[in-house]
């Protein structure tokens, strides 16, 4: 018998002999009452006086209640009308995207997904053909009160089988959305009906789960709200809603490339890109709150916005106690987890806000170059011009000025600059994953109210010889 076949029957051994004594482990620790003690300890499991869930020999679902952090403000168990907007809870702000309408059927609020080819655009000048649900990318915001008996037809317009997992959320196996573990597919032409009751609230997404690779690169996600019956804290005055994403798109091309593994070079807030995103407008001193999912393919996101400090105040878990939460201008967003922040919009301004990975804040042409930081390009242009007219290095001083002077080059089919737009002082190097959150004093709507001029004093510009004179500044 050779070494690895030893090495191979002596480790299934000791396999099977543990998975023997921890079958044998388990069905002693199941005679044991949960709620009993456990190296001297007391083991309070569920709700309080709330027995755990078991199944019956009827096999009718029961209620989870071994966990007393499930977000809940009343008891799930109970029966409660369908959540009205504005009475019940104030409705998100969806920047770039919409909420899903529904109707209420003998008590039961109904929506309608339809999974769909939709020809998108990022920003102008960049459009892909990719994957949605009801004519857009990303999907509709689903947005309910807990409580709430939900049911959701799903159909499947897509030339392939497809799911819908409902991230986070707490709910009948059956109903959960796993292509072959939980059900079977939904076959192209078919239309699936989910069904089950919202038992927590929270911030949570949906997405394929079906091919989740191909799929959810293509764009089949989206957020799903559910909102506390009973909220605990003060509701805000603007409620706003982002979903991180990241796509491969090449130059001259229209469908995202689903099989790669890194170097993204579309990243995304709400399927846009900056100049493409919508600014997050609010009045000074309104209550903000920020739901930001992730649901990009490989990378975290680290949520950076200027001018505020903020608290973090659910995961995707549930609410965190308020002697836990604490101060933060930045919020890792890892792959799966949505985050709450909150604070008061007391200072008015144009703010950043933005993933801090710096290469996420780039469009699509500036990923990939060769390194000519630093490179002497005098004669070069000149030289390489005689053979292809109009040409101009790239990058020597780096990208922060490529997007601005790209406008006026001759681009690829299909394709948008480096980076950024005009702003009020000059050009804004920026673009990806970025947006801003705009606060202003005295103005009666949300629309986009231009940029913010800021009072006398305020603004930073270049300092006068009687400055540098005066605190004895050498240049």
């Not at 019956?56 to 009205?84: H, L, Q, W």
Request: charged share 20%; glycine share 12%; net charge negative.
């Amino acid at each position: 018998m050779d070494r690895s076949r030893r090495h191979f029957l002596t480790t299934s051994g000791i396999a099977v002999a543990s998975a023997t004594l921890a079958s044998k482990d388990l069905l002693a620790q199941e005679k044991h009452d949960m709620r009993g003690s456990h190296s001297g300890h007391k083991m309070e499991m569920g709700q309080k006086n709330k027995p755990l869930a078991k199944v019956t020999g009827s096999g009718k679902y029961n209620t989870p209640m071994g966990n007393e952090f499930y977000a809940r403000s009343v008891d799930p168990d109970e029966t409660y009308n369908p959540g009205e907007p504005i009475k019940d809870y104030t409705p998100v702000v969806v920047p770039n995207g919409s909420t899903l309408p529904f109707k209420i059927v003998d008590g039961i609020k109904v929506f309608h997904l339809i999974a769909e080819e939709v020809f998108h655009e990022f920003a102008p000048g960049l459009k892909s053909h990719c994957w949605g649900y009801n004519g857009q990318v990303h999907g509709p915001v689903i947005e309910a009160v807990e409580g709430d008996n939900i049911r959701i037809y799903v159909t499947n317009k897509l030339e392939v089988p497809t799911t819908v997992h409902w991230h986070g959320l707490i709910l009948p196996m059956g109903m959960d959305g796993v292509a072959g573990l939980t059900q079977r597919t939904i076959k192209p032409g078919e239309t699936f009906k989910y069904e089950y009751k919202l038992i927590q609230h929270g911030t949570f997404m949906y997405h394929s789960h079906k091919d989740a690779m191909t799929q959810e690169g293509m764009g089949l996600m989206g957020m799903f709200i559910v909102h506390p019956r009973k909220p605990k804290r003060e509701r805000p005055d603007r409620d706003f809603v982002l979903l991180m994403s990241e796509w491969d798109i090449k130059p001259g091309t229209y469908r995202p490339d689903t099989s790669v593994a890194s170097g993204y070079n579309t990243l995304t807030l709400n399927a846009k890109v900056f100049p493409g995103t919508e600014a997050l407008v609010c009045k000074l001193n309104e209550k903000i709150r920020i739901r930001v999912g992730n649901l990009s393919a490989m990378d975290h996101h680290p949520f950076h916005l200027h001018g505020y400090a903020f608290k973090v105040t659910e995961t995707d878990g549930g609410e965190i106690p308020e002697s836990g939460q604490w101060p933060e201008v930045t919020v890792l967003v890892s792959v799966g987890q949505t985050r709450n922040i909150e604070f008061v919009a007391d200072n008015p301004g144009d703010w950043a806000l933005h993933c801090h990975m710096t290469h996420h804040t780039m469009n699509q042409m500036g990923h990939g170059l060769p390194n000519m930081v630093g490179i002497k390009t005098t004669g070069l242009d000149q030289k390489v011009g005689d053979l292809l007219p109009g040409y101009m290095t790239m990058g020597a001083n780096g990208m922060g000025d490529m997007g601005k002077h790209a406008q006026h080059m001759d681009m690829p089919e299909n394709s948008i600059p480096m980076v950024g737009t005009e702003g009020l002082h000059d050009y804004i190097g920026m673009g990806g994953m970025f947006t801003v959150f705009k606060v202003r004093e005295n103005i009666e709507n949300y629309d986009d109210p231009g940029w913010y001029k800021p009072p006398n004093g305020t603004l930073v510009g270049p300092a006068t010889k009687e400055d540098l004179n005066r605190d004895g500044i050498k240049t």
